[in-house]
């Protein structure tokens, strides 16, 4: 027996010793750049070692992000005892900016999990459910319908995985928890917005139908669109380093050759997946088409666009340049929109910072719980945060 608890308690220290490594290496290096290996040496230990206690990277960030979340103090610290507690977003995000590597780490899972098969899915949904249930207590006592109260909730944990996006590609620029306490603050002044109706439900198809008439309808997809459709499918499953060319034209049903003469290299093709999948919009002036347009499309292209956000947040990301560029665009773009829309000069800004962060963030809640958010009212229908004593505008037309 002594044996046995003295095996468990070595087992023990050496799981800790993987995660510190692997919270070290995933914050100097980025998650999907760092090798299992790497893990190990930074651990002390061998590959085969690592591999009894973690089976894939996946894993281990799996449970870098709940450890943190358990951390005593932390806002899931009591979880296990049923125990949870209604905490200000505000302090929250506070205490989680003072948290090494907590938003860069989070921001991976965030990205990644979005796909059922892996190994953190179920623990950020359930996480979701949480923090609904812990939102749902902060605010409900503001006014406001059943309905009003989760949308507002909506808003809140969508504007807040947004701007931890744009926090880490804009350093220094996004306060956030000055946006969530200004968020919270304008609900505790003016109350909770009334929801707008709920949009018709379709009727159900009958199973397959809807795939049998894109099929019909759709032309026979050239090499160029299966090569993409291949690498953003894979891309959404593993990331851009885990995907290799060759899976890639396998998926795409091509000779590696054929590939290369479209691609000839793997950066080359990560370069010609997000120039389609960040393609512009019909009017780029106006966020709400680009909204519209990303609605429009099949779940695998919106997946991938996330997880490729989430991921390139590192600077030595090949894909860093171009998403940061195209964050920055919608940033600008929507300032001159609140602009040209009379909001007040110095409020323009941040204002333009919780809109894209809400679009961002209610595109993660999309991915995760597709059947309940309602992104077109989510976004549409929001006004950003603001100070109090000032008449609530109304709400832009996104």
């Not at 010793?17 to 061998?46: N, V």
């Not at 796909?115 to 179920?122: A, D, F, I, L, Q």
């Not at 950020?124 to 109260?149: F, H, K, N, P, Y």
């Amino acid at each position: 027996m002594a044996m046995k608890r003295g095996s468990y308690r070595t087992g023990r220290e050496r799981v800790e010793r993987i995660l510190d490594a692997s919270h070290e290496l995933f914050i100097s290096t980025g998650y999907r750049a760092t090798s299992l290996r790497d893990i190990a040496a930074a651990s002390g230990i061998s590959h085969p070692a690592l591999l009894r206690h973690f089976g894939s990277k996946e894993e281990i960030l799996t449970a870098l992000v709940d450890r943190l979340d358990r951390k005593p103090g932390n806002w899931r610290a009591d979880g296990a005892s049923g125990v949870e507690r209604a905490l200000s977003a505000a302090e929250v995000a506070r205490r989680n900016e003072a948290e090494t590597g907590w938003i860069p780490l989070f921001t991976a899972l965030l990205g990644e999990a979005t796909s059922p098969e892996h190994p953190g899915h179920e623990l950020m949904r359930t996480r979701r459910r949480i923090a609904g249930r812990l939102g749902v207590r902060l605010l409900g006592g503001l006014g406001g319908d059943e309905r009003s109260v989760k949308l507002a909730v909506q808003r809140l944990s969508a504007g807040w995985d947004g701007l931890q996006i744009l926090s880490l590609y804009f350093p220094g620029r996004i306060d956030i928890p000055g946006l969530l306490g200004a968020y919270e603050d304008d609900l505790r002044a003016y109350g909770i917005p009334p929801a707008p109706p709920a949009p018709p439900r379709l009727p159900d198809a009958p199973p397959g139908a809807e795939a049998a008439g894109e099929a019909a309808a759709r032309p026979e997809p050239t090499p160029r669109a299966r090569a993409f459709e291949s690498a953003a499918c894979l891309y959404a499953a593993h990331g851009y380093y885990g995907t290799s060319m060759q899976a890639v034209a396998d998926g795409a049903g091509l000779t590696k050759a054929a590939l290369v003469h479209l691609a000839p290299t793997k950066r080359a093709l990560l370069d010609l997946v997000v120039a389609e999948l960040t393609a512009r919009a019909p009017d780029e002036s106006d966020p709400g088409s680009r909204l519209e347009a990303f609605l429009g499309r099949p779940r695998w292209q919106a997946a991938a666009e996330i997880v490729l956000m989430c991921e390139a947040t590192v600077p030595s990301h090949p894909a860093h340049a171009l998403m940061a560029g195209r964050l920055e665009y919608s940033l600008a773009s929507t300032e001159r929109d609140l602009a040209a829309a009379g909001s007040p000069a110095e409020e323009v800004r941040t204002a333009a910072q919780w809109l894209v962060a809400l679009a961002l963030g209610g595109l993660v809640a999309w991915l995760y719980e597709p059947g309940d958010v309602e992104l077109g009212t989510l976004v549409a229908e929001a006004v950003p945060p603001r100070p109090r004593g000032r008449a609530a505008p109304e709400a832009l037309a996104r």
